[in-house]
């Protein structure tokens, strides 16, 4: 049980273009859905929460223009990297959590814009 | 400002020996905290988690401490093989309004040699 799929698992895009990533929990229902970035040989950063239903709560310093998350359905959560750049080159994780149990991650996504 | 420490960026031990990894933290008062597992290139894996009022948690191979006074958690793994060969992350999560929200420490990277 509790497991989080990613997709897709990888992506290359040219600078400019938009990049949607989905995060699905499998055979659970996810209250609340995270996103962090995680840049090579560095830990995760939590980028924002979602609460199915309601708006994200981003991090500081993340822009929520340009880092789109819908928490549609208790199933689905979706980031959209709008108008990416090369320095948005990174490795996207989600994760899911019922209730106030703990987090289980996807395995995540690299993104690679040109 | 809140900070999370691993005590290593890498250890090294012999096949068979107990792995003891350290996390410390300061100006902060966790709800619990949690150890993941991630394997290169792949997201997080739940291990352990360790409630603010509970002392010491087990699971197989896997023991983790939690001492709220000292600010430190360690997480051992006994009669290691190869195969847990990773990199172990400490993980605080907050309580209150923002309950669940994890704080990544940034890692250690286990090597265990035949």
């Known amino acids: 049980g509790a497991v989080v799929s990613q997709h897709p698992s990888w992506v290359i895009c040219k600078s400019g273009t938009s990049v949607k990533i989905e995060c699905r929990s499998l055979?659970?229902?996810?209250?609340?859905m995270f996103w962090y970035r995680q840049f090579p040989k560095q830990s995760l950063m939590l980028m924002a929460t979602s609460n199915e239903g309601s708006k994200a709560t981003y991090e500081q310093g993340v822009e929520k223009d340009k880092f789109l998350i819908n928490h549609a359905s208790l199933t689905l959560s979706t980031l959209t990297v709008t108008s990416a750049h090369p320095e948005d080159s990174s490795f996207y994780i989600c994760s899911a959590r019922e209730g106030r149990n703990e987090q289980f991650f996807g395995p995540g996504t690299r993104l690679t814009v040109l | 400002s809140q900070k999370i420490e691993q005590n290593s960026e890498a250890l090294n031990i012999q096949e068979g020996k107990t792995a003891t990894l350290t996390c410390n933290y300061t100006n902060y008062s966790p709800a619990y905290l949690q150890w993941y597992r991630q394997d290169p290139g792949r997201g997080p894996v739940f291990l352990l988690l360790?409630?603010?009022?509970?002392k010491e948690k087990r699971k197989e191979r896997l023991k983790v401490t939690f001492d709220t006074t000292l600010k430190q958690s360690l997480f051992h793994i006994t009669a290691s093989q190869p195969a847990d060969s990773a990199t172990y992350l400490c993980a605080l999560a907050a309580g209150g309004t923002s309950y669940g929200k994890l704080t990544f420490g940034q890692g250690t990277i286990l090597t265990v040699h035949p």
């Open positions: 055979d659970f229902q996810a209250t609340t």
């Open positions: 360790i409630r603010e009022n509970e």
